[in-house]
């Protein structure tokens, strides 16, 4: 099943849970200790998505930055999956690790980095949901 019917409401829903993490206090501060650049690429739809949590924010009040779309930054890491194994790890019945070992998510750079990642993006298991609540999106809660 296609969680997002094209880039445009893939952008809308995990551009926003991007926009909530890059503010949250709870989440950003742990992702922006290991000092890196990670980009997720999409397939099923397509889309790119850049957290650079290396260089020091541009907005006021967030502890990274986010970028949808092409761009010049490096990436240290870089993800590679289909759009559905996104929506399914945001909700926390993917594991990363066999995950990586299946091929459903490719990873390119240093593995160690991203596994120390993990236990800092956990609050996103709830608030992922939350989110598709909030926006009318009920209906993409995965049970």
Same mark, same amino acid.
């Given at each position: 099943? #296609?969680y997002?019917?094209?880039? #445009?409401?893939?952008? @809308?829903?995990?551009?926003?849970?991007?926009?909530?993490?890059?503010?949250?206090?709870?989440?950003?501060?742990?992702?922006?200790?290991?000092?890196?650049?990670?980009q997720?690429?999409?397939?099923?739809?397509?889309?790119?998505?850049?957290?650079?949590?290396?260089?020091?924010? +541009? @907005?006021?009040?967030?502890?990274?930055?986010?970028?949808?779309?092409?761009?010049?930054?490096?990436?240290?890491?870089?993800?590679?999956?289909?759009?559905?194994?996104?929506h @399914?790890?945001?909700?926390g019945?993917?594991?990363?690790?066999?995950?990586?070992?299946?091929?459903?998510?490719?990873?390119?750079?240093?593995?160690?980095?991203?596994?120390?990642?993990?236990?800092?993006?956990?609050?996103?298991? +709830?608030?992922y949901?939350?989110?598709?609540?909030?926006?009318?999106?009920?209906?993409?809660?995965l049970k």
């Amino acid at each position: 099943m #296609a969680y997002f019917k094209d880039e #445009a409401e893939l952008l @809308q829903i995990i551009g926003t849970l991007y926009d909530r993490i890059k503010l949250d206090a709870r989440i950003a501060p742990r992702i922006c200790e290991g000092k890196i650049v990670i980009q997720f690429r999409y397939e099923e739809p397509k889309g790119i998505a850049t957290i650079d949590a290396a260089n020091p924010p +541009t @907005q006021p009040g967030a502890y990274c930055d986010v970028v949808w779309g092409e761009t010049s930054l490096k990436p240290n890491v870089e993800m590679s999956m289909k759009a559905d194994i996104a929506h @399914q790890f945001w909700h926390g019945k993917i594991n990363l690790m066999v995950a990586l070992t299946r091929r459903q998510i490719i990873a390119k750079g240093p593995i160690p980095k991203i596994l120390r990642l993990l236990p800092a993006v956990e609050p996103v298991y +709830t608030l992922y949901p939350k989110l598709l609540r909030e926006i009318g999106r009920e209906d993409l809660v995965l049970k």
